[in-house]
């Protein structure tokens, strides 16, 4: 068990550019998780998967972002056209019951 | 909508003092509750949970909580601090969706701060 894993752990852009996010779950774990976690705040949910279904989007999501689990196994989240605004920790999480593991995190700087 | 609320964004204390954090949530049925600790620039990493039963739960590090419904609390306590456990910490409920599982809801955080 080699926890949940995130790549890269930093990223800084561009604004406009876009970037993609990749998660790593824990194996076997069916339900992954995406959050953004603002300074000062509370990670914020995105998105869920079960296996490779995407089940539930926030309202936070907007149509310039995008995530996949393609297989369900690894996710990728990407966000195009990135703005300021988007400059946050982005976690993953996965699960197979009922509590979630957290990646390290992905440290996105849009400048 | 579920809500948790983190009354305290800082709290300072001396090694070796006891410690309380609060949490209150807003949640219709019978909550499930999560304590979660998160160093700088780390992920966050699971102290304890709450599902049912005992309402006094164990969790890693030396800390409990403790599920009070009358009072929508689960507050997070350990008797003695030691400098290891600055650090930021977040409470949160289990919110379920419609398709059987549930996604975490977390409150704003505490930071701690330990003074040796």
């Known amino acids: 068990d080699t926890g949940v894993s995130q790549d890269p752990r930093h990223k800084i852009t561009k604004r406009g550019q876009n970037v993609t996010f990749r998660c790593d779950p824990i194996s076997e774990h069916n339900r992954l998780y995406w959050y953004r976690q603002t300074l000062g705040q509370g990670p914020e949910f995105l998105t869920y998967?079960?296996?490779?279904?995407?089940?539930?989007k926030s309202r936070l999501l907007s149509d310039r972002f995008s995530a996949e689990r393609p297989k369900g196994s690894f996710s990728t989240l990407e966000i195009q056209r990135t703005e300021q605004g988007d400059s946050a920790m982005y976690l993953c999480?996965?699960?197979?019951?009922?509590?979630?593991?957290f990646g390290q995190g992905t440290r996105l700087t849009v400048v | 909508a579920q809500s948790v609320t983190q009354p305290d964004i800082h709290i300072t204390v001396s090694e070796g003092a006891s410690l309380e954090l609060r949490c209150n949530y807003s949640y219709g049925a019978t909550p499930y509750l999560f304590w979660y600790v998160q160093s700088p620039g780390q992920g966050l990493q699971l102290l304890l949970k709450y599902f049912s039963g005992d309402t006094l739960v164990q969790g890693i590090k030396g800390f409990e909580a403790e599920f009070k419904r009358s009072q929508s609390s689960f507050n997070l306590r350990k008797p003695s601090v030691h400098w290891s456990d600055a650090a930021e910490y977040f409470c949160a409920v289990g919110e379920a969706f419609t398709s059987g599982t549930y996604k975490y809801i977390f409150g704003t955080g505490t930071r701690l701060k330990v003074l040796a």
């Open positions: 999480a996965s699960s197979r019951g009922g509590v979630a593991f």
């Open positions: 998967f079960q296996n490779e279904a995407q089940l539930e």
